[in-house]
């Protein structure tokens, strides 16, 4: 398998190979979530510092981030914006070094606890990344891929509604439904990124997690993919990276800003822009911060 696959496979928290999933962890997914709105998604973070070896890049963190909302962090290069966000779903196990203190829980449940199997885990919390990463095979095959090895549907007629609802929740479906056996390296940009959100939501996860998700888009997939994070978070907890502060404004409720490892401040959105308590936020929002 060559490099870059098994790299996507690290970042989408699924193996190509891997078959064997214990079923019987207490962060199991239940099989009623793809159209459920309950409360479930609710992170918890409590006194959590974060390090890669000697070096502390989160300094004893504290947030509430609430189902059904879009939770922004934001900050300058480097404050540890996406180590905070895939410690959320233990994406960073595997970095030498890396490890943490204080708790992170979903739901009452400590992430980190011995019980927790991170296989499982990634299936309700699930990621979307900077740059849109398809796997090699057609855009129905990357959207069953985690219903397939978690063994989901019961019938090809299963799989099949699947596949259509997560993209058309993922707002792809008018512009593919044609093109279902094409490679999804044949998609643009803008379409790769919401096949990659179809995907991430088609193994019904109650959380998700956008480190920059339109970063690379035109300004035109970008309203797509900010107008899907609005829907989205009717059903998900949605947690969003980036550094486009127009963008914070429009579809972030809570934005959390950090500097240099602290969470400086936590504030609604757009009182967070209009009246930051915090000089630090201030200097960030005017440009000054560097
Ligand atoms: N795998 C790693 N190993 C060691 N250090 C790392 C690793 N990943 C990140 N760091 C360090 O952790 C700190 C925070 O990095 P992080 O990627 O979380 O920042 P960020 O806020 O997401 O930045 P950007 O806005 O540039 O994406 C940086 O000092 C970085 O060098
Ligand atoms: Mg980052």
């Known amino acids: ?3 870059e696959e098994l790299e996507q496979e690290q970042n989408s928290g699924m193996t190509l190979s891997d078959k064997s999933v214990k079923v019987d962890e207490p962060l199991q997914p239940s099989s009623d979530r793809l159209d459920s709105v309950g409360s ?3 992170i918890d973070i409590t006194d959590l510092s974060v390090f890669y070896g000697h070096l502390q890049v989160l300094k004893n963190i504290n947030l509430a981030i609430e189902p059904h909302k879009i939770t922004v962090f934001m900050g300058p290069s480097g404050c540890g914006k996406s180590t905070l966000i895939r410690t959320l779903n233990r994406m960073n196990d595997n970095v030498p070094g890396f490890h ?3 708790s992170v829980t979903i739901d009452g ?7 927790v199997d991170p296989v499982l885990l990634k299936l309700r919390v699930g990621m ?3 740059k849109p990463n398809p796997f090699p095979l057609s855009i129905y095959d990357n959207v069953c891929f985690g219903p397939k090895i978690h063994k989901m549907t019961k019938s090809k007629a299963e799989m099949d509604d699947v596949v259509r609802v997560s993209l058309q929740k993922a707002g792809l479906w008018d512009e593919i439904k044609d093109r279902l056996k094409e490679s999804a390296l044949k998609l643009s940009g803008g379409q790769q990124q919401r096949l990659c959100i179809a995907r991430a939501i088609a193994v019904r996860p109650e959380i998700l997690l956008m480190d920059e998700p339109a970063s690379a888009l035109d300004p035109g997939s970008t309203t797509r993919v900010e107008d899907l994070m609005v829907d989205l978070a009717a059903s998900y907890t949605v947690v969003l990276v980036t550094h486009n502060m127009q963008q914070a404004a429009r579809v972030g409720n809570k934005v959390a800003f950090l500097y240099r490892g602290d969470l400086v401040e936590v504030g609604q959105a757009p009182n967070i822009f209009e009246n930051p308590t915090n000089p630090l936020t201030e200097k960030y929002i005017s440009g000054k911060l560097v």
């Open 1 to 3: 398998m060559i490099a």
């Open 40 to 42: 479930r998604g609710r």
């Open 100 to 102: 943490v203190t204080g």
């Open 109 to 115: 449940v400590n992430i980190y606890s011995r019980g």
């Open 128 to 130: 979307v990344f900077q």
